[in-house]
């Protein structure tokens, strides 16, 4: 299983494009909505309502997108018969899930953190002084939208549905989760709907952090990890069903 | 070594393998001979634990592959049909990947990686991503990795389609080799010429069912197969034709083309010419085809491989 996650690595930190639109554009995006909304990229801001949104919001957003990408990679490894022929290896089917789904939180462990670093380094975002309950919220969110990614791939059987669908899906749930609005400012009845989205739980997580300034410790803040990890643990799981009943069936 | 027993797959309502059975001893190259859809890529996919039968039973080198899948994979090693490599990596990254799949052991990977890309010809080559590759060297790598645990099997399935003559020839050394060496090989393929240069026994798969298998003179004497000199004319009428039919018995028409059917062409082809002559008519085309895969597959199933 490790040989596969080395293998994806190796062919990701190949691809200038993936990089591209993994660790750059989510910074573009970043740094673009942070000037537009308020005028905030100057530092000394940092802790600032609007800052903190941004960052968390367009994180989890981008990342979801990140996630789907790497899902598909699934779709295409079917598709150009590498599945096939690792099946024919003596591992156990799963470990090619395992190994993806491995993958995909190394890579949406990294996007976070260079997220939030380039968040204080442009905005003086304080993780400084928020490093322990910011890293378990890193890793929980990174935990809940990998397996989202994988997921949205072992329902698809295309890379155009994989990707058709993860726009559709990812939009929604962003805009119902408070990546493009504040949660604060939809009707009442969104803001009900919004706990079905990862990208309440995170954003939410991240307030708790930055804005709230709620100890790791506080019972609020780590129901908001459970859930994401609850998310991410029932994710993987129908993931693995469908992988067996979707996926690896190969005709 | 391969045990095979009334072997079916299903899928839905389509009957791909309706109960095949064969065996193939230690050190045999058998082919796998048959037209698109006749069942080859099916009974490949089982054997190589990809798809589970809906009936009947194989056994790999003493291991039952239903009981014990894992066991069976460790021995065999599988050539797909389709070119199944990373294009983003190197031909030594994309082997390297394989090898460490099936747990080569790090001291010896290196060296068996150096040799067998040596055996296929890419050694010059094998840092340069795979996408900058011809058809033929990404097959000939394709083949090299799933040889590097050195399996006592080896499974290939139509491993020369769409690839220029040298590298065909290439990987008809290979297999050569490989066999010569001791290696098991069970060879699937819709070229004849293949399967009559490879395989030490043909089992000709159709519609699901191996309708022959033995040795290539096993299967001419099976079929008491006749071989025919073919007469196209630029004059044939009924008339003539049945004229043709009386002094010839064993004869069949096709448009403006006879088949005449002997177990002597040789001996009897100025016979079948002055016959022809006496009967008036003029010649455009004449060809003797002798007994091979083609003709044998022909008379068994009424149908040609490329159908």
Redesign the interface.
């Known amino acids: 299983m490790i040989?596969?996650v080395k293998?994806d690595l190796?062919?990701f930190f190949?691809?200038k494009q993936d990089m591209l639109l993994t660790l750059v554009l989510p910074i573009i995006f970043i740094t673009l909505f942070s000037f537009v909304f308020g005028k905030l990229g100057q530092p000394g801001k940092g802790n600032s309502g609007a800052i903190v949104h941004v960052v968390a919001g367009t994180s989890v957003m981008m990342l979801l997108f990140s996630v789907a990408g790497i899902g598909g990679s699934l779709i295409d490894e079917k598709q150009?018969?590498?599945l096939?022929?690792?099946?024919?290896?003596?591992?156990?089917p799963n470990e090619i899930l395992f190994g993806k789904i491995i993958f995909a939180n190394i890579i949406s462990l990294i996007q976070l953190i260079i997220m939030f670093i380039f968040a204080w380094l442009a905005f003086g975002l304080d993780i400084l002084h928020h490093l322990a309950p910011l890293l378990l919220m890193i890793l929980s969110t990174a935990w809940a939208c990998s397996s989202f990614g994988i997921v949205l791939a072992s329902f698809a059987r295309t890379r155009q549905q994989v990707q058709g669908l993860s726009t559709i899906v990812v939009l929604v749930m962003s805009a119902i989760g408070g990546s493009m609005i504040p949660i604060f400012l939809m009707p009442k009845i969104l803001q009900d709907v919004a706990v079905i989205s990862v990208n309440y739980w995170g954003i939410q997580g991240f307030y708790d952090i930055f804005l709230r300034l709620l100890p790791i410790t506080d019972t609020d803040f780590l129901l908001r990890v459970l859930a994401l990890l609850l998310i991410g643990t029932s994710l993987n799981f129908l993931a693995f069903q469908m992988f067996k009943r979707n996926i690896r069936r190969?005709? | 070594m391969i045990h095979v027993s009334n072997l079916k797959m299903s899928?839905n309502t389509v009957e791909a393998l309706k109960g095949i059975s064969f065996s193939i001893s230690q050190g045999e190259c058998y082919g796998l001979l048959g037209p698109n859809g006749a069942g080859k890529t099916t009974t490949i996919?089982i054997l190589?634990?990809?798809?589970k039968a809906s009936e009947g039973e194989v056994s790999i080198a003493g291991n039952d592959l239903g009981k014990d899948p894992?066991k069976c994979?460790?021995n065999?090693g599988?050539v797909?049909?389709?070119?199944?490599?990373?294009n983003?990596?190197s031909a030594y990254?994309n082997l390297l990947?394989?090898g460490?799949?099936?747990?080569v052991p790090k001291k010896e990977l290196a060296g068996r990686l150096e040799e067998t890309v040596d055996m296929l010809g890419l050694t010059d080559r094998q840092h340069d991503k795979v996408k900058t590759y011809s058809g033929g060297m990404k097959r000939r790598i394709n083949i090299a990795?799933a040889l590097l645990h050195r399996p006592g099997i080896l499974f290939m399935d139509e491993p020369t389609v769409g690839i220029d003559p040298q590298s065909r020839n290439l990987i008809f050394e290979v297999v050569e080799k490989l066999h010569k060496e001791g290696m098991t090989i069970i060879y699937t393929t819709h070229y004849m010429e293949e399967a009559e240069r490879l395989c030490d026994r043909i089992g000709i798969l159709d519609d699901g069912e191996i309708v022959a298998q033995g040795t290539l003179s096993e299967l001419k004497a099976s079929k008491s197969m006749k071989e025919s000199v073919v007469i196209s004319f630029t004059n044939l009428t009924d008339e003539a034709y049945n004229t043709l039919a009386k002094k010839w018995k064993d004869l069949q028409r096709f448009d403006d083309t006879i088949h005449f059917y002997s177990m002597n062409v040789q001996g009897e082809l100025a016979k079948i010419i002055l016959t022809c002559n006496e009967c008036g008519l003029d010649f455009r085309h004449i060809d003797i085809q002798k007994i091979n895969l083609e003709t044998i597959f022909l008379s068994l199933t009424g149908k040609t491989l490329r159908d």
Not at chain 1, 84 to 92: D, E, G, T, V, Y
Not at chain 2, 48 to 51: N, W
């Open positions: 040989e596969l293998k190796k062919l190949g691809n150009d018969g590498m096939k022929k690792l099946l024919c290896s003596p591992i156990h190969i005709t | 899928f996919s190589s634990t990809i798809l894992l994979k460790k065999i599988v797909t049909q389709e070119i199944a490599l990373y983003e990596l990254d990947f394989w460490s799949m099936y747990h990795s």
